[in-house]
Protein backbone atom coordinates (compact mmCIF):
# COMPACT_ATOMS: atom_id res chain seq x y z
CA UNK A 1 0.00 0.00 0.00
CA UNK A 2 1.00 3.16 -0.72
CA UNK A 3 2.81 5.14 2.66
CA UNK A 4 0.55 7.57 4.09
CA UNK A 5 2.81 10.10 4.73
CA UNK A 6 4.79 12.88 3.16
CA UNK A 7 8.53 13.43 2.53
CA UNK A 8 10.37 15.46 5.43
CA UNK A 9 14.27 17.29 5.45
CA UNK A 10 16.32 14.98 7.40
CA UNK A 11 17.04 17.83 9.76
CA UNK A 12 13.53 17.68 11.47
CA UNK A 13 14.37 14.53 12.71
CA UNK A 14 16.14 16.03 15.42
CA UNK A 15 13.39 18.58 16.45
CA UNK A 16 11.15 15.63 17.49
CA UNK A 17 11.61 13.86 20.66
CA UNK A 18 9.44 11.12 22.52
CA UNK A 19 9.15 11.85 26.18
CA UNK A 20 10.85 8.98 28.39
CA UNK A 21 7.27 7.53 30.05
CA UNK A 22 5.67 7.35 26.48
CA UNK A 23 8.85 5.31 25.53
CA UNK A 24 8.92 3.26 28.75
CA UNK A 25 4.86 1.92 27.56
CA UNK A 26 5.88 1.36 24.56
CA UNK A 27 8.62 -1.21 25.61
CA UNK A 28 6.29 -2.57 28.18
CA UNK A 29 3.42 -3.23 25.67
CA UNK A 30 5.84 -4.65 23.92
CA UNK A 31 7.35 -7.03 26.50
CA UNK A 32 3.72 -7.95 27.52
CA UNK A 33 3.93 -9.99 24.25
CA UNK A 34 5.85 -12.76 23.12
CA UNK A 35 6.71 -11.52 19.59
CA UNK A 36 8.17 -8.22 21.22
CA UNK A 37 6.00 -6.31 19.32
CA UNK A 38 4.49 -3.56 20.66
CA UNK A 39 0.81 -2.41 19.14
CA UNK A 40 -0.66 -0.02 20.77
CA UNK A 41 -3.71 2.67 20.59
CA UNK A 42 -3.02 6.52 21.83
CA UNK A 43 -5.68 5.27 24.84
CA UNK A 44 -2.97 2.51 25.70
CA UNK A 45 0.11 4.64 26.15
CA UNK A 46 -1.58 6.92 27.91
CA UNK A 47 -3.15 4.74 30.60
CA UNK A 48 0.32 2.80 30.58
CA UNK A 49 2.26 6.18 30.83
CA UNK A 50 0.17 8.51 32.90
CA UNK A 51 -0.09 11.21 30.09
CA UNK A 52 -2.82 13.16 28.67
CA UNK A 53 -4.46 11.59 25.55
CA UNK A 54 -2.80 14.34 23.30
CA UNK A 55 0.64 13.65 24.83
CA UNK A 56 0.19 10.28 23.65
CA UNK A 57 -0.78 11.04 20.42
CA UNK A 58 2.14 13.49 19.39
CA UNK A 59 4.48 11.49 20.78
CA UNK A 60 3.37 8.19 19.24
CA UNK A 61 3.85 10.16 15.83
CA UNK A 62 6.94 11.32 16.63
CA UNK A 63 8.27 7.78 17.37
CA UNK A 64 6.85 5.90 14.75
CA UNK A 65 8.12 8.56 12.08
CA UNK A 66 12.03 8.16 13.78
CA UNK A 67 11.54 4.39 14.21
CA UNK A 68 9.93 3.94 11.27
CA UNK A 69 6.31 2.18 13.33
CA UNK A 70 3.56 0.97 11.28
CA UNK A 71 0.52 2.75 11.73
CA UNK A 72 -3.09 1.28 10.79
CA UNK A 73 -7.05 2.75 11.15
CA UNK A 74 -9.56 0.34 12.39
CA UNK A 75 -12.92 0.36 10.80
CA UNK A 76 -13.87 2.51 13.84
CA UNK A 77 -11.67 5.03 12.87
CA UNK A 78 -8.84 4.35 15.37
CA UNK A 79 -5.21 4.80 15.07
CA UNK A 80 -3.42 2.21 16.13
CA UNK A 81 0.69 2.02 16.01
CA UNK A 82 2.86 -0.93 15.64
CA UNK A 83 6.64 -1.13 17.03
CA UNK A 84 8.80 -3.82 16.15
CA UNK A 85 11.37 -4.75 18.97
CA UNK A 86 14.52 -2.59 20.01
CA UNK A 87 12.95 0.74 19.63
CA UNK A 88 14.71 2.59 22.06
CA UNK A 89 17.80 2.02 20.18
CA UNK A 90 15.59 2.74 16.71
CA UNK A 91 14.74 5.92 18.00
CA UNK A 92 18.67 6.45 19.73
CA UNK A 93 19.98 6.21 16.14
CA UNK A 94 17.23 8.26 14.81
CA UNK A 95 17.68 11.31 16.55
CA UNK A 96 20.72 12.74 17.98
CA UNK A 97 18.11 14.53 20.85
CA UNK A 98 16.96 11.33 21.58
CA UNK A 99 20.56 9.89 21.60
CA UNK A 100 21.69 12.92 24.08
CA UNK A 101 19.22 12.26 26.67
CA UNK A 102 20.04 8.15 26.11
CA UNK A 103 23.65 8.91 26.96
CA UNK A 104 22.98 11.79 29.80
CA UNK A 105 21.16 8.83 31.87
CA UNK A 106 24.32 6.88 32.01
CA UNK A 107 25.93 9.79 33.00
CA UNK A 108 23.99 11.88 35.13
CA UNK A 109 24.31 9.58 37.98
CA UNK A 110 27.70 9.45 37.74
CA UNK A 111 28.50 13.79 37.92
CA UNK A 112 25.96 13.27 40.72
CA UNK A 113 28.35 10.96 42.20
CA UNK A 114 31.58 12.99 41.51
CA UNK A 115 29.82 15.91 42.44
CA UNK A 116 28.52 14.67 45.78
CA UNK A 117 32.31 12.83 46.33
CA UNK A 118 33.54 16.75 45.52
CA UNK A 119 31.27 18.48 48.62
CA UNK A 120 32.38 16.05 51.27
CA UNK A 121 36.13 16.64 50.16
CA UNK A 122 35.84 20.08 50.30
CA UNK A 123 35.39 19.61 54.39
CA UNK A 124 38.40 17.62 54.92
CA UNK A 125 40.09 20.84 52.21
CA UNK A 126 38.70 23.55 54.40
CA UNK A 127 39.93 21.96 57.77
CA UNK A 128 42.97 21.02 56.36
CA UNK A 129 43.40 24.68 55.09
CA UNK A 130 41.74 26.55 58.27
CA UNK A 131 43.62 24.65 60.72
CA UNK A 132 47.14 24.58 58.90
CA UNK A 133 46.67 28.38 58.92
CA UNK A 134 46.01 28.82 62.44
CA UNK A 135 49.02 26.66 63.67
CA UNK A 136 51.64 28.07 61.61
CA UNK A 137 50.51 31.58 61.97
CA UNK A 138 50.11 31.18 65.80
CA UNK A 139 53.55 29.66 65.55
CA UNK A 140 54.80 32.26 63.80
CA UNK A 141 53.54 35.55 65.17
CA UNK A 142 53.99 34.39 68.50
CA UNK A 143 58.15 33.50 67.84
CA UNK A 144 58.29 36.79 66.18
CA UNK A 145 56.81 38.87 68.94
CA UNK A 146 59.32 36.68 71.52
CA UNK A 147 61.81 39.55 70.78
CA UNK A 148 59.91 42.20 72.91
CA UNK A 149 56.57 41.01 74.72
CA UNK A 150 56.36 44.54 75.87
CA UNK A 151 55.46 46.34 72.42
CA UNK A 152 51.77 47.70 72.12
CA UNK A 153 51.71 45.82 68.67
CA UNK A 154 52.84 42.57 69.68
CA UNK A 155 50.29 39.80 68.68
CA UNK A 156 48.37 37.77 71.45
CA UNK A 157 46.58 34.56 70.81
CA UNK A 158 44.66 32.92 74.16
CA UNK A 159 45.84 29.62 75.09
CA UNK A 160 41.64 29.40 76.46
CA UNK A 161 40.69 27.46 73.08
CA UNK A 162 42.62 25.25 70.40
CA UNK A 163 40.46 24.86 67.31
CA UNK A 164 42.86 21.19 66.78
CA UNK A 165 41.11 19.42 70.37
CA UNK A 166 37.86 19.96 68.80
CA UNK A 167 39.41 18.33 65.17
CA UNK A 168 40.41 15.80 67.18
CA UNK A 169 37.50 15.15 69.34
CA UNK A 170 35.29 15.48 65.89
CA UNK A 171 37.08 12.54 64.09
CA UNK A 172 34.69 9.76 63.10
CA UNK A 173 35.71 6.39 64.99
CA UNK A 174 34.90 4.51 61.60
CA UNK A 175 36.58 3.17 58.66
CA UNK A 176 36.46 4.87 55.03
CA UNK A 177 34.31 1.46 54.27
CA UNK A 178 32.52 0.66 56.69
CA UNK A 179 29.00 1.12 54.98
CA UNK A 180 30.56 -1.29 52.58
CA UNK A 181 31.33 -3.57 54.79
CA UNK A 182 27.47 -3.77 56.25
CA UNK A 183 26.49 -4.36 52.36
CA UNK A 184 25.87 -1.17 51.20
CA UNK A 185 25.42 2.59 51.77
CA UNK A 186 27.35 5.98 50.90
CA UNK A 187 30.83 6.86 52.10
CA UNK A 188 31.85 9.13 54.21
CA UNK A 189 32.45 11.92 51.70
CA UNK A 190 28.84 10.94 50.00
CA UNK A 191 27.82 10.96 53.51
CA UNK A 192 28.96 15.30 54.29
CA UNK A 193 26.77 15.95 50.77
CA UNK A 194 24.07 14.09 52.20
CA UNK A 195 24.13 15.61 55.94
CA UNK A 196 23.91 19.25 53.79
CA UNK A 197 21.51 18.70 51.21
CA UNK A 198 19.67 15.44 51.83
CA UNK A 199 18.96 12.39 49.27
CA UNK A 200 16.40 13.81 47.24
CA UNK A 201 12.38 13.57 47.36
CA UNK A 202 11.46 9.73 47.29
CA UNK A 203 8.21 10.86 45.81
CA UNK A 204 10.02 12.13 42.68
CA UNK A 205 8.22 9.76 40.60
CA UNK A 206 4.76 10.02 42.22
CA UNK A 207 2.94 11.78 39.40
CA UNK A 208 3.64 9.42 37.32
CA UNK A 209 2.43 6.35 39.78
CA UNK A 210 -1.15 9.04 39.97
CA UNK A 211 -1.72 9.13 36.56
CA UNK A 212 -0.84 5.61 35.77
CA UNK A 213 -2.68 4.50 38.34
CA UNK A 214 -5.67 6.62 37.36
CA UNK A 215 -5.60 5.33 34.32
CA UNK A 216 -5.43 2.25 34.70
CA UNK A 217 -8.76 2.76 37.35
CA UNK A 218 -10.90 4.21 34.31
CA UNK A 219 -9.88 1.61 32.15
CA UNK A 220 -11.10 -1.47 34.79
CA UNK A 221 -14.29 0.35 35.54
CA UNK A 222 -14.92 0.23 31.35
CA UNK A 223 -14.52 4.21 31.19
CA UNK A 224 -16.99 5.51 33.54
CA UNK A 225 -15.65 6.35 37.30
CA UNK A 226 -17.10 7.94 40.03
CA UNK A 227 -15.24 11.24 42.17
CA UNK A 228 -15.38 8.67 45.08
CA UNK A 229 -13.24 6.03 43.21
CA UNK A 230 -10.86 8.77 41.66
CA UNK A 231 -9.83 10.55 45.33
CA UNK A 232 -8.20 7.77 46.93
CA UNK A 233 -5.42 8.77 43.79
CA UNK A 234 -6.17 12.87 43.52
CA UNK A 235 -5.57 15.17 46.50
CA UNK A 236 -9.17 15.94 47.91
CA UNK A 237 -9.35 18.61 50.01
CA UNK A 238 -11.97 17.44 52.50
CA UNK A 239 -13.34 14.58 54.30
CA UNK A 240 -16.36 12.59 52.36
CA UNK A 241 -19.70 12.65 53.68
CA UNK A 242 -20.91 10.56 56.02
CA UNK A 243 -23.11 8.60 53.72
CA UNK A 244 -19.67 7.76 51.87
CA UNK A 245 -20.34 10.04 49.05
CA UNK A 246 -18.28 12.98 47.52
CA UNK A 247 -21.73 15.42 47.59
CA UNK A 248 -23.81 13.41 50.66
CA UNK A 249 -26.68 13.76 48.86
CA UNK A 250 -27.01 17.70 48.71
CA UNK A 251 -27.75 19.74 46.33
CA UNK A 252 -24.36 21.75 46.55
CA UNK A 253 -21.81 19.31 44.91
CA UNK A 254 -18.20 20.36 44.94
CA UNK A 255 -15.90 17.65 43.10
CA UNK A 256 -13.46 20.25 41.65
CA UNK A 257 -10.52 17.64 43.00
CA UNK A 258 -11.43 15.55 40.09
CA UNK A 259 -10.52 18.11 36.90
CA UNK A 260 -6.69 17.50 37.09
CA UNK A 261 -8.06 13.62 35.84
CA UNK A 262 -10.59 15.35 33.66
CA UNK A 263 -8.08 17.41 32.07
CA UNK A 264 -5.03 14.98 31.65
CA UNK A 265 -7.54 12.16 29.96
CA UNK A 266 -10.28 13.75 28.54
CA UNK A 267 -13.03 13.20 30.86
CA UNK A 268 -16.54 14.51 30.46
CA UNK A 269 -19.00 15.35 33.28
CA UNK A 270 -22.22 13.44 33.23
CA UNK A 271 -25.35 14.49 34.97
CA UNK A 272 -27.08 10.69 35.32
CA UNK A 273 -29.81 9.15 38.36
CA UNK A 274 -29.26 6.46 40.21
CA UNK A 275 -31.63 3.92 41.60
CA UNK A 276 -33.76 5.91 44.10
CA UNK A 277 -33.93 8.85 41.56
CA UNK A 278 -31.14 10.58 43.04
CA UNK A 279 -28.84 13.21 40.66
CA UNK A 280 -25.25 12.09 40.43
CA UNK A 281 -22.72 13.52 38.37
CA UNK A 282 -20.35 10.83 36.94
CA UNK A 283 -17.08 10.67 34.66
CA UNK A 284 -16.37 9.17 31.24
CA UNK A 285 -13.79 8.87 29.27
CA UNK A 286 -14.40 7.72 25.61
CA UNK A 287 -10.83 8.84 24.76
CA UNK A 288 -9.82 5.75 27.19
CA UNK A 289 -11.94 3.51 25.50
CA UNK A 290 -10.34 1.53 23.00
CA UNK A 291 -7.14 -0.85 23.20
CA UNK A 292 -4.97 -3.48 21.38
CA UNK A 293 -3.48 -4.57 24.44
CA UNK A 294 -4.32 -8.08 25.97
CA UNK A 295 -2.67 -7.78 29.21
CA UNK A 296 -4.55 -6.15 31.87
CA UNK A 297 -3.85 -2.47 33.15
CA UNK A 298 -1.82 -1.24 35.82
CA UNK A 299 -2.71 -3.40 39.71
CA UNK A 300 -6.84 -3.73 38.93
CA UNK A 301 -7.97 -6.48 38.71
CA UNK A 302 -11.14 -6.78 40.77
CA UNK A 303 -13.33 -4.30 42.39
CA UNK A 304 -11.58 -4.54 45.98
CA UNK A 305 -8.11 -3.57 44.31
CA UNK A 306 -9.91 -0.41 43.32
CA UNK A 307 -9.68 1.09 46.63
CA UNK A 308 -5.77 1.34 46.83
CA UNK A 309 -4.50 4.05 48.33
CA UNK A 310 -1.29 6.81 46.47
CA UNK A 311 0.91 6.68 49.80
CA UNK A 312 3.70 9.62 49.71
CA UNK A 313 6.67 9.09 51.58
CA UNK A 314 7.50 11.25 54.28
CA UNK A 315 11.11 12.60 52.78
CA UNK A 316 14.29 11.83 55.88
CA UNK A 317 16.75 13.39 56.83
CA UNK A 318 19.16 11.77 55.13
CA UNK A 319 19.80 8.17 54.26
CA UNK A 320 23.51 8.46 55.76
CA UNK A 321 24.24 5.92 58.82
CA UNK A 322 23.79 7.69 62.17
CA UNK A 323 27.43 7.77 62.96
CA UNK A 324 28.14 9.29 60.18
CA UNK A 325 25.98 12.18 60.38
CA UNK A 326 27.54 12.48 64.18
CA UNK A 327 30.63 12.81 61.89
CA UNK A 328 29.33 14.98 59.71
CA UNK A 329 27.80 17.43 61.93
CA UNK A 330 30.86 17.79 64.14
CA UNK A 331 33.70 18.05 61.86
CA UNK A 332 31.20 21.12 60.30
CA UNK A 333 30.72 22.85 63.28
CA UNK A 334 34.70 22.17 63.84
CA UNK A 335 35.33 23.87 60.45
CA UNK A 336 32.94 26.64 61.45
CA UNK A 337 34.49 27.33 64.76
CA UNK A 338 37.94 27.09 62.75
CA UNK A 339 37.05 29.60 60.05
CA UNK A 340 35.81 32.00 63.23
CA UNK A 341 39.17 31.52 65.05
CA UNK A 342 41.03 31.47 61.84
CA UNK A 343 39.29 35.20 60.78
CA UNK A 344 40.06 36.30 64.78
CA UNK A 345 43.50 35.34 63.76
CA UNK A 346 44.09 36.93 60.88
CA UNK A 347 42.25 40.50 62.00
CA UNK A 348 44.75 40.69 65.10
CA UNK A 349 47.98 39.97 62.81
CA UNK A 350 46.24 43.13 60.76
CA UNK A 351 46.51 45.23 63.44
CA UNK A 352 49.69 44.47 64.53
CA UNK A 353 51.30 45.24 60.82
CA UNK A 354 50.03 41.94 58.51
CA UNK A 355 52.90 40.31 57.05
CA UNK A 356 54.98 42.09 58.47
CA UNK A 357 54.49 41.02 61.91
CA UNK A 358 55.19 37.68 60.40
CA UNK A 359 58.17 35.54 60.12
CA UNK A 360 59.96 34.25 56.79
CA UNK A 361 57.27 31.70 55.20
CA UNK A 362 54.02 32.32 56.88
CA UNK A 363 53.81 35.55 54.60
CA UNK A 364 52.71 33.82 52.36
CA UNK A 365 50.00 31.93 54.27
CA UNK A 366 48.72 34.87 55.01
CA UNK A 367 48.19 36.08 52.16
CA UNK A 368 46.80 32.59 50.89
CA UNK A 369 44.67 32.91 54.12
CA UNK A 370 43.67 36.65 53.54
CA UNK A 371 42.32 35.55 50.03
CA UNK A 372 40.66 32.45 50.86
CA UNK A 373 38.42 33.65 54.08
CA UNK A 374 35.44 34.55 52.56
CA UNK A 375 35.37 31.18 50.58
CA UNK A 376 35.74 29.28 53.44
CA UNK A 377 33.25 31.14 55.39
CA UNK A 378 30.76 30.80 53.63
CA UNK A 379 31.32 27.00 53.05
CA UNK A 380 31.38 26.63 57.21
CA UNK A 381 28.01 28.78 57.31
CA UNK A 382 26.22 26.77 54.66
CA UNK A 383 27.79 23.37 55.60
CA UNK A 384 25.72 24.13 59.48
CA UNK A 385 22.87 26.38 58.28
CA UNK A 386 21.69 24.36 55.25
CA UNK A 387 20.43 21.37 57.27
CA UNK A 388 18.58 23.45 60.01
CA UNK A 389 16.71 25.12 57.11
CA UNK A 390 16.06 21.85 54.84
CA UNK A 391 14.95 20.25 58.14
CA UNK A 392 12.13 22.66 59.16
CA UNK A 393 11.06 22.58 55.38
CA UNK A 394 11.23 19.19 55.39
CA UNK A 395 9.04 18.83 58.12
CA UNK A 396 6.72 21.22 57.57
CA UNK A 397 6.27 19.02 53.88
CA UNK A 398 5.95 15.82 55.58
CA UNK A 399 3.15 17.27 57.61
CA UNK A 400 1.23 18.19 54.26
CA UNK A 401 1.96 14.72 52.96
CA UNK A 402 0.59 13.40 55.87
CA UNK A 403 -2.14 15.42 55.75
CA UNK A 404 -2.99 13.89 51.72
CA UNK A 405 -2.72 10.88 52.97
CA UNK A 406 -4.87 10.71 55.76
CA UNK A 407 -7.85 12.39 53.09
CA UNK A 408 -7.06 9.49 50.46
CA UNK A 409 -7.15 6.78 53.40
CA UNK A 410 -10.43 7.91 54.46
CA UNK A 411 -11.99 8.14 50.91
CA UNK A 412 -10.70 4.64 50.27
CA UNK A 413 -12.28 3.39 53.52
CA UNK A 414 -15.57 5.06 52.46
CA UNK A 415 -15.10 3.63 49.08
CA UNK A 416 -14.70 0.17 51.04
CA UNK A 417 -17.52 0.86 52.77
CA UNK A 418 -19.64 0.49 49.90
CA UNK A 419 -22.58 2.46 51.86
CA UNK A 420 -26.16 1.95 49.84
CA UNK A 421 -25.84 5.65 48.53
CA UNK A 422 -22.45 4.83 47.48
CA UNK A 423 -23.46 1.72 45.59
CA UNK A 424 -26.20 3.63 43.57
CA UNK A 425 -24.24 5.84 42.51
CA UNK A 426 -21.33 3.19 41.22
CA UNK A 427 -24.25 1.31 39.62
CA UNK A 428 -25.34 4.61 37.79
CA UNK A 429 -21.62 5.23 36.44
CA UNK A 430 -21.92 1.79 35.36
CA UNK A 431 -24.17 2.29 33.16
CA UNK A 432 -23.24 5.06 31.04
CA UNK A 433 -19.85 3.68 31.07
CA UNK A 434 -18.53 3.62 26.95
CA UNK A 435 -16.72 0.54 27.68
CA UNK A 436 -13.55 -0.76 26.95
CA UNK A 437 -13.40 -1.91 23.01
CA UNK A 438 -10.88 -4.04 22.13
CA UNK A 439 -9.38 -3.90 18.58
CA UNK A 440 -8.29 -6.87 16.75
CA UNK A 441 -5.47 -6.55 14.42
CA UNK A 442 -8.25 -8.22 11.53
CA UNK A 443 -10.14 -4.68 12.01
CA UNK A 444 -7.74 -2.34 10.43
CA UNK A 445 -8.14 -1.21 7.14
CA UNK A 446 -6.31 1.11 6.18
CA UNK A 447 -2.22 0.82 6.89
CA UNK A 448 1.10 2.42 6.05
CA UNK A 449 4.87 2.64 6.95
CA UNK A 450 5.53 5.25 8.79
CA UNK A 451 9.18 5.37 7.39
CA UNK A 452 12.32 6.43 9.45
CA UNK A 453 12.31 9.71 7.42
CA UNK A 454 8.67 10.80 7.00
CA UNK A 455 6.48 13.40 8.55
CA UNK A 456 4.47 12.79 12.16
CA UNK A 457 1.09 14.61 10.53
CA UNK A 458 0.47 11.10 9.45
CA UNK A 459 -3.65 11.91 9.98
CA UNK A 460 -3.38 15.19 7.22
CA UNK A 461 -0.88 13.16 5.07
CA UNK A 462 -3.07 11.30 2.10
CA UNK A 463 -1.19 12.40 -0.93
CA UNK A 464 -2.26 9.82 -3.62
CA UNK A 465 -5.92 9.84 -4.53
CA UNK A 466 -6.54 6.23 -4.63
CA UNK A 467 -9.87 4.30 -2.77
CA UNK A 468 -7.20 3.18 0.33
CA UNK A 469 -6.64 6.66 1.03
CA UNK A 470 -9.90 8.04 0.84
CA UNK A 471 -11.19 5.34 3.10
CA UNK A 472 -8.44 6.54 5.42
CA UNK A 473 -9.60 9.80 5.47
CA UNK A 474 -13.08 8.76 5.96
CA UNK A 475 -12.73 6.74 9.01
CA UNK A 476 -11.02 9.86 10.37
CA UNK A 477 -13.24 12.04 10.15
CA UNK A 478 -15.73 10.21 11.31
CA UNK A 479 -13.58 9.75 14.82
CA UNK A 480 -13.13 13.07 14.79
CA UNK A 481 -17.18 13.55 14.48
CA UNK A 482 -17.67 10.97 17.49
CA UNK A 483 -15.36 12.76 19.62
CA UNK A 484 -17.22 16.09 19.16
CA UNK A 485 -20.42 14.25 20.01
CA UNK A 486 -18.42 12.78 23.25
CA UNK A 487 -17.47 16.06 24.31
CA UNK A 488 -20.85 17.69 23.92
Known sequence: ????????????????????????AVEKAANAVGSGVARV??????????????DARRD??????????????????????????????????????????????????????????????????????????????????????????????????????????LWYYSRPRYGYDRQSDRGGGMNFLEACFSFVFGDGDPNDLIEDQRWQLVGALIRQQGGAVTAEQLAPFLEPA??????????????????????PALTRFSGVPTVVEDDAGQTRIVYTFPELAAT?????????????????????????FSAAAPEQLIGAGLLGAANLAGVLYLGRLLN???????????????????????????????YAVLFVAAPVLRNFSRNKANASREERNTLRRAWA???????????????????????????????????????????AEVARAPVEADDALESFDERLARRERQRTRDVK
Not at 151 to 160: H, I, L, M, T, W
Not at 293 to 311: E, Q
Open 1 to 24: MAPLVRRASDSDDDELDVSEPVLR
Open 238 to 259: RLPADDGTADGGGMNVDESFVL
Open 292 to 316: AVDAPYGRYGSDRDSAMVLSEEAVP
Open 348 to 378: VIQKAGGAAALAGSSVGLYGVATGLLPLLGA
Open 60 to 165: LLALARLTGGELEVSGSGELLYSFKPGVRTELSRASSRAARRERWAIWQPRFARVARLGFGAALIASLAIVFTAITVLSASSSSNSSDDRKRSSNVYVGNFFNPLD
Open 413 to 455: SALTSRSPPLVRKLRAAAAVAPKVRRIASAAAAAAGVVGGRGT
Open 41 to 54: TEADVAVLAGVGVD
